[in-house]
């Protein structure tokens, strides 16, 4: 299993989420997180670092869910408001968000991409539990891989190369 490497940039603590199990038996393993009220994930494995927010370098004429982008290591890697592209309802930046850094290789290169996202909660196994289709009509169902019951919580689940294809997450349609 992949590992993911998860780092702070700043002061700021985030104890809670490097401590966590990492190793949880079963099927896939997510880093759940919070949008406004709703519960989303991403596969860990796809999560190279998760950053306390500051506010990155604008980008101009740049889309209005497009913060801009940061230096991480050499890289230029965008940071995209995920509450902003999926329409809903804009939240301050508070000490609880942060922003996950995605990765992907394609071929002999690596794909970067920042999430703003209002807080992180825990990793959770798939375990035996069912991924079902998502369905609907909103702007996040091209997003999404499928729908998992967590408890008596709902997860959206993330396709993480469809987060990572920038003609993909620019195109607002």
């Known amino acids: 299993m992949n590992s993911a490497n998860l780092t702070t940039s700043s002061s700021a603590s985030l104890d809670p989420i490097l401590s966590m199990d990492m190793g949880l038996a079963g099927g896939a393993d997510f880093l759940s997180f919070m949008l406004g009220t709703e519960l989303y994930g991403v ?48 939240y301050e930046y508070l000490p609880m968000t942060v922003v ?49 019951n967590v408890g008596d919580e709902v997860m959206s689940l993330l396709d993480s190369d469809a987060l990572l294809d920038m003609d993909r997450i620019l195109n607002e349609e």
């Open 100 to 148: 996950l850094i995605l990765s992907a290789r394609e071929q002999e290169q690596k794909r970067l991409m920042g999430l703003v996202v209002d807080s992180v909660s825990d990793v959770i196994g798939q375990g035996d539990m069912p991924l079902h289709p998502a369905i609907g009509e909103s702007m996040v169902v091209p997003f999404l891989s499928g729908i998992l």
């Open 43 to 90: 596969t860990l494995s796809h999560v190279e670092e998760i950053r306390v927010w500051e506010k990155p370098t604008p980008i101009p004429r740049a889309p209005h869910f497009v913060k801009g982008v940061i230096n991480l290591r050499g890289m230029i890697v965008p940071i995209i408001d995920l509450r902003q592209r999926f329409g809903l309802t804009q």
